[in-house]
Structures are given as structure tokens and as C-alpha cells.
Nanobody
Framework: QVQLVESGGGLVQAGGSLRLSCVASGIIYSLDDMGWYRQAPGKERELAATITRGGITNYADSVKGRFTISRDNAKNTVSLQMNSLKPEDTAVYYC??????????????WGQGTLVTVST
């Protein structure tokens, strides 16, 4: 069984910064793409940023230039540095990982989510 556990959410004023972290634990052969998705109240879950195992990143237009995603393959972690936060960044942020198993299979796993609230 694999678990993704996020940390680092909280309340911050507009213009401030937060850093989210996610660690994957369990029986893991390797992790392919990892990412952060977010869901604002009353809206659908959307991509914020993703990163491949080799470090290629992809960002939603709304966060480009403000958010930076990174990962540590040895520690099975992915982080999201969020700067210049805006009230519209308020959402529950979910960690995602494509997990490869020792048996040769693969599946997508999600964390439980961490709330980020940006006040005006």
C-alpha cells in the first residue's frame, strides 16, 4: 500500500509565500510523474504543476512565474514553493504521483489534501 502525505498548508496574506511538501511511502518501485493539483470551493480540481522523474516541469498559466515545483527522487518527495500568493490561489492542494510497482504495474495515487487560504 502506498501513501502520499502532504504538509505545509495554512493561512497566509496576499503576497506571501508557502511551501507544500509531499512524501510517498510504502512499497514503491519508482515514481514517475508527480504533481500538485488544487480544488477551490465550488470548482473542479485543476492542475497546478507537474514534474517528471527527470525534472521536466509543467505549470498552469495561472501560477507560472510564482510557483516552483521540485522533487527528490531518493526521498520520494515533491514540493511546491508558492510565492506572491493571491486570494484566487485559495484551494485544497492535492499531491499526485504515478506509482510503479515491483510487479510491473502502475497506478495514480493521491494525498488527502492540504488547505491553503490566502487572505486579502
Amino acid at each position: 500500500q502506498v501513501q502520499l502525505v502532504e504538509s505545509g498548508g495554512g493561512l497566509v496574506q496576499a503576497g506571501g509565500s508557502l511551501r507544500l511538501s509531499c512524501v510517498a511511502s510504502g512499497i514503491i518501485y519508482s515514481l514517475d510523474d508527480m504533481g500538485w493539483y488544487r480544488q477551490a470551493p465550488g470548482k473542479e480540481r485543476e492542475l497546478a504543476a507537474t514534474i517528471t522523474r527527470g525534472g521536466i516541469t509543467n505549470y498552469a498559466d495561472s501560477v507560472k512565474g510564482r510557483f516552483t515545483i521540485s522533487r527528490d527522487n531518493a526521498k520520494n518527495t515533491v514540493s511546491l514553493q508558492m510565492n506572491s500568493l493571491k486570494p484566487e490561489d485559495t484551494a485544497v492542494y492535492y499531491c499526485n504521483a504515478r506509482v510503479r510497482t515491483w510487479s510491473g504495474g502502475a497506478f495514480d495515487d493521491w494525498g488527502q489534501g492540504t488547505l491553503v487560504t490566502v487572505s486579502t
